[in-house]
């Protein structure tokens, strides 16, 4: 700040009208004002010492709350500096140097702050810096393609937004982030160029397996055609994906082809369902028919006849549904073995006519699978495969019945 003694006190006005101001070195004039009196030339010019004294305050004020940088105060003050030299003003202008050398400490220390800012600043960047080359690299020895390129990006605009450090450590630093990028970058291109070439090895493939579904959607040979269409699902889940414009579409058509087939065969076993159900409601009528007829056995002949006769009717009516054929087998296995053991009691009681019977029953049943295999061969050469699998399937049964008649034989014979 100034002195308490006013500026006017540090310069006058001569008899011609010319304005001196007092300095350390002598007086000095700074103009002069005819037309003005003396009190009013004074004024004039401590009104400019007061406009040089405000920018001098204003400028302290500036430096010392660290508005300025040391390097844009310095050149301030030497600028001001200047302009007091030669300042056409009345006052104190020493004072104002002095405020003026009073910011030579200020600025040092400062100076010093900003030089240690700036290297923990420095020091923060260059590791920044070291983390984000370590990241980039890392990325870039990986297989991330889809979430690395969009790491990659976001890493260099905060690399950009990090201040530069030594040129030699920031262009080193730079040189591996960089390269780790091109690497990644490279890698990443191949990839997709490989897995471009896969999806139209892809697409070939499930054109061609579409191709062979066409041949197969309007087959009736239902078992067959639904292990083959079975096949070409395998294949197609192991051809992996296909362009993504061409593969829903790819889909669309082969998913349509076994809707075709399997729709055509879903709507024949549902007709099949209907006429299977009838046989099961018939197989349960002849049981609860014959059921009481023979068991329990008290007349071993009259039970083995109307066996015998459950027999011949049975195979007559074809096939059930899959979920009724345990159930009726185990109740015509259940007559089996009531005849069957009460044929065995008898024979453990030596009736000779046992063996005769025993030989009769699988006789009976050989000609009867005879004749389903006839049946069978008939069905097939005219191209009913369904009336062929029925009487091969009844024919399969009686075998497994005449195994057990021809055990009883077997054990007459022992």
Do not use: C
Not at 74 to 79: H, Q, T, Y
Not at 296 to 322: C, H
């Amino acid at each position: 700040m100034t002195q308490s003694a006013g500026p006017e006190s540090f310069g006058r006005v001569a008899e011609d009208k010319t304005v001196y101001v007092r300095t350390a070195d002598g007086e000095r004039a700074v103009g002069q004002v005819p037309d003005m009196s003396a009190e009013e030339a004074l004024e004039f010019y401590v009104r400019r010492y007061r406009a040089l004294e405000l920018e001098v305050n204003l400028l302290v004020t500036r430096v010392r709350q660290g508005n300025l940088s040391p390097d844009e105060a310095r050149k301030s003050v030497a600028n001001v500096r200047q302009s007091l030299v030669d300042a056409s003003a009345v006052g104190d202008l020493a004072a104002l140097e002095g405020q003026l050398d009073s910011l030579g400490p200020v600025l040092a220390q400062q100076s010093e702050q900003r030089k240690a800012a700036r290297a923990e600043q420095n020091a923060a960047a260059r590791e920044a810096k070291e983390k984000m080359v370590q990241e980039a690299e890392k990325l870039a020895a990986g297989n991330d393609w889809r979430g690395g390129v969009n790491r990659f990006r976001d890493l260099l605009e905060e690399w950009k937004a990090l201040p530069r450090i030594d040129r030699s450590t920031d262009e080193a630093l730079w040189h591996r982030f960089s390269t780790a990028r091109t690497s990644y970058t490279k890698r990443r291109k191949a990839q997709f160029a490989e897995q471009a070439s896969k999806r139209d090895a892809a697409k070939a493939v499930k054109e061609r397996i579409i191709a062979e579904a066409e041949t197969l959607a309007t087959s009736t040979d239902w078992g067959a055609t639904s292990a083959a269409f079975r096949d070409l699902m395998q294949q197609w889940k192991a051809a992996g994906p296909a362009p993504r414009d061409v593969d829903d579409k790819l889909w669309g058509r082969f998913r349509g082809l076994q809707d075709q087939f399997f729709g055509a065969r879903q709507a024949e076993q549902e007709a099949e369902d209907v006429e299977f159900t009838v046989n099961r409601e018939a197989k349960e009528a002849l049981l609860a028919e014959y059921e009481p007829q023979i068991t329990p056995v008290t007349d071993l002949d009259a039970s083995r006849t109307a066996y015998r006769a459950l027999l011949d009717r049975w195979a007559e009516i074809g096939k059930v549904p899959r979920d009724s054929i345990r159930p009726l087998d185990s109740r015509m296995k259940a007559l089996e073995t009531a005849v069957r053991s009460a044929e065995e009691e008898k024979w453990k009681r030596t009736d000779p006519e046992a063996r005769a019977r025993a030989e009769e029953t699988a006789a009976k049943l050989r000609d009867q699978i005879a004749t389903l295999e006839q049946k069978a061969e008939a069905a097939e050469a005219k191209g009913k495969t369904k009336d062929a699998q029925s009487a091969r399937d009844a024919a399969e049964t009686y075998r497994s019945w005449l195994e057990q008649a021809e055990k009883a034989v077997a054990d007459f014979s022992g």
